[in-house]
């Protein structure tokens, strides 16, 4: 019995490293509003951190390891997708979560693809760091486009972050695009269409224009060219070396994050979130059996070797 769409809603949801889009899908597979939903994530780096933390909230997590899906053809998006329509009936809908160098709004073309119906582009923001980042000589035009090419803005962090903060991003965002702007936290039926949302009103023959084919060639953005190291650990590290760690993080490092095991709690999944200038040390559940692993996001043009340096000194 299949009641619903016989072409599954894409949603992408993008945003800058860190600014909180692993976390809304948590809470989106959390509360799924009976709907059954197919999670795929692009992750930045080699390591998989992200499809593990998701994959411990729900079951289809897809993970896209073949580069960023926004601008190269990634044959393992296109595949996966094949893979996702061949599941039709046992889902209702997919989310895209686009690495963090990534443009939503071109991922959201393969939404046009037979079997799917385009579901907007969600584009988090961090209101404590994202105007300063929109001026980065680096990332600041992907920061931009990424906000200009959503349908609706999502402040994350609004709990961390003072009135001030808030007021000032949404008057900054107003000014940058024309998505309708919300505060986290949100309930689903908000992120997730069909929702009184400003989905944007292009007509079809502009979704055509912007061809698949058309992005599939377009070259990378220079916030492509961040430096990005992974280490695998063997075995329990010490507590210690994870302060020493903490202490030491390079000039540059934007983003880092880990799954690991620490000697006073070996038998339990440890994850380290570094995001900005804020880092967390959290024990989510027991030990997956999976690798131990770490990787760290630094702005381009941050020396490899101190990234390594830093990552070494864990354990
Ligand atoms: N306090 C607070 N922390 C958040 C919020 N959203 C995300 N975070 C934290 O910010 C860090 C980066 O979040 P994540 O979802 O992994 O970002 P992503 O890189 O965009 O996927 C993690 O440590 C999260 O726990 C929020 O709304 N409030
Ligand atoms: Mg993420
Ligand atoms: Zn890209």
Avoid at 140 to 160: C, H, K, P, W, Y
Avoid at 224 to 237: E, M
Avoid at 275 to 300: H, K, R
């Amino acid at each position: 019995m299949s009641s619903g769409p016989d072409r599954l809603p894409l949603t992408v949801i993008g945003g800058y490293l860190g600014a909180g889009k692993t976390t809304l899908l948590n809470g989106i597979l959390a509360r799924p509003d009976g709907q059954r939903i197919a999670v795929l994530v692009n992750d930045f780096g080699d390591v998989d951190i992200d499809g593990r933390l998701l994959a411990s909230a729900a079951g289809d997590v897809l993970t896209l390891a073949n580069g960023c899906i926004c601008c190269s053809m990634a044959d393992g998006f296109a595949e996966t997708l094949e893979t996702v329509r061949g599941l039709a009936d046992r889902i209702d809908r997919v989310v895209v979560e686009v690495s963090g160098v990534g443009e939503p709004r071109r991922v959201a073309r393969w939404a046009h693809l037979p079997g799917f119906t385009p579901d907007g582009v969600v584009v988090l923001v961090d209101p404590l760091s994202v105007r300063e980042r929109a001026t980065d000589r680096y990332v600041g035009e992907t920061v931009i486009n990424q906000v200009a090419g959503a349908d609706l803005v999502v402040m994350s962090r609004s709990d961390l972050a003072d009135e001030a903060d808030l007021t000032g991003t949404e008057a900054w965002l107003s000014t940058t695009t024309d998505a309708t702007v919300l505060r986290a936290p949100l309930p689903t039926a908000v992120l997730l269409g069909p929702a009184p949302r400003n989905l944007s009103t292009r007509t079809d023959a502009e979704a055509e224009a912007d061809s698949i084919e058309d992005g599939a060639t377009t070259p990378a953005s220079p916030s492509h060219d961040h430096v990005s190291i992974s280490r695998h650990l063997d075995g329990p590290i010490p507590r210690s070396s994870i302060d020493t760690w903490i202490r030491a993080r390079p000039g540059g490092v934007v983003r880092a994050k880990g799954l690991v095991r620490v000697d006073d709690r070996p038998d339990d999944r440890t994850v380290l979130q570094v995001c900005g200038s804020t880092t967390t040390v959290t024990v989510d559940g027991p030990w997956d059996g999976g690798a131990e692993a770490v990787v760290a996001i630094a702005l381009p043009g941050t020396p490899r070797a101190a990234l390594v340096k830093w990552l070494n000194l864990l354990g």
